[in-house]
Structures are given as structure tokens and as C-alpha cells.
């Protein structure tokens, strides 16, 4: 399977807990995006990468969040001292040149903050 | 703020027939639109992009429209067919250089065999 890969699928933690989040993408592929769901509403921006350097970043990314893509392949996203409206569908895409028709979105990672 | 609406949270369509999801944005700033399509438990698929400076693309069974002046965009799928059940998701990147992408909430359709 050559596809956006997410790792894993479904979390639970309890608050204030620490957790990280992986995004293999598509090999080739230079661009990799954050995203995340809540219920209800459509995906929101997080954090975008064009190899290792981390060039957008939405005001939603408070402090407890990071984000790094060492070496311009797989990502990371971690929360720290999660909170429940935490809790949400974190979604990761990647693509090659500018959206498109080339770039795919993962299954995303279920997170649920008790 | 909703810089992209989808005003309709669901729309329901005999199959064969046509569906039309509608789209309004209000940042006069987008250039480039977008529609994903996206099943339970998967992350959203690509489907049709326009670009603002065309009123109109094509794939398939699936068109898109663009009314500039009205901040309107819509998506056609004709005919529709049960595999279309789903929900849909318009997004709009701004001009700029900008590799962010607003989405709106979404329609969900049914198409009903």
C-alpha cells in the first residue's frame, strides 16, 4: 500500500496525559499537512511542511502542540497535557506539488481525551 | 468565522437523478476551490477542483461551477448512483502562496436506489 499511512488509528488517554501522533506519507511526496476534525464540522488546517522545515502554522496550534518532520519524511504530532476538547479526528495529507488532484489525505487518528 | 458555508447538511436524491451541492464563501481572496467526498472511517478523497479565473470544470459525472461575482460555488453529480453516498466537503485555498485549505462542514447526500 503506497498511501498516506497513520499510526494509530485510534487513541484513548486520559487528560493530561502526552500523546504522539505518526504520518507516513506517500514516498515522493514533499508536502505533508495537519488537519484536524471534530464532529460536525469540516477538516481545520493545523501545520504544513514542505520537507523538514515547518512553514505554516494555524493559530488553533496552541503551546501543548508540536509538530516535526525530521529529515523531510515521516511526521509527528504530539499533544501535551491533553485536554478533553482535545479530542478529535487528527487527519494527515501529503502531496507532491500544490493541492490537487495529487495530494491524498491518511484514515486519520481518532483521538478521545477522558 | 465560516469563511466557507455549506448551508445544507444533507441532501437525499433517487439514484439516476441529479444531485447539486451548493457552496458560498465570503474571503473574496480564494483562487482555488476544491471538493472532497469522504466515507465513514476513511480520510477525505479528492473528487474536482476549479480554478477562479474559470467558471467551470468538468470530470465525468461530476461539474463544477463557479459564479465569481455571487461567492457561489456548486457541485453537479448526474446521474447519481448509491456509490455517491457520502459526505462532501468544499474548501478554497487563498491567493498568495498560502498552502492552507478552508473547508466547510460538509453535505452529507444520500442517494437512494
Known amino acids: 500500500d503506497t498511501g498516506v499511512s497513520q499510526d494509530p488509528r485510534h487513541k484513548i488517554t486520559k487528560r493530561g496525559q502526552n500523546v504522539t501522533f505518526r504520518c507516513d506519507p506517500i514516498?515522493?511526496?514533499?508536502?505533508l499537512y495537519w488537519y484536524r476534525q471534530t464532529l460536525g464540522q469540516g477538516p481545520e488546517f493545523l501545520t504544513y511542511f514542505q520537507n523538514e522545515a515547518q512553514l505554516e502554522k494555524s493559530r488553533l496550534l496552541s503551546d501543548r502542540f508540536s509538530a516535526e518532520r525530521p529529515k523531510g519524511s515521516f511526521s509527528t504530532l504530539e499533544i501535551q497535557r491533553t485536554e478533553q476538547g482535545d479530542s478529535a479526528m487528527y487527519l494527515c495529507a501529503s502531496s507532491l506539488e500544490v493541492w490537487g488532484a495529487g495530494a491524498f489525505f491518511g484514515q486519520g487518528t481518532r483521538l478521545t481525551v477522558v | 468565522d465560516q469563511q466557507v458555508k455549506q448551508n445544507s447538511p444533507s441532501l437525499s436524491v433517487q439514484e439516476g437523478r441529479i444531485s447539486i451541492l451548493n457552496c458560498d464563501y465570503t474571503?473574496?481572496?480564494?483562487?482555488?476551490f476544491l471538493w472532497y467526498k469522504k466515507y465513514p472511517a476513511e480520510g477525505p478523497t479528492f473528487l474536482i477542483s476549479i480554478s477562479s479565473i474559470k467558471d467551470k470544470n468538468e470530470d465525468g459525472r461530476f461539474t463544477v461551477f463557479l459564479n465569481k461575482s455571487a461567492k457561489h460555488l456548486s457541485l453537479h453529480i448526474v446521474p447519481s448512483q448509491p456509490g455517491d453516498s457520502a459526505v462532501y466537503f468544499c474548501?478554497?485555498?487563498?491567493?498568495?502562496?498560502?498552502?492552507?485549505?478552508?473547508f466547510g462542514k460538509g453535505t452529507k447526500l444520500t442517494v437512494n436506489p
Open positions: 474548501a478554497a485555498r487563498r491567493a498568495g502562496g498560502s498552502e492552507k485549505l478552508v
Open positions: 474571503n473574496s481572496m480564494f483562487d482555488y
Open positions: 514516498s515522493e511526496h514533499n508536502r
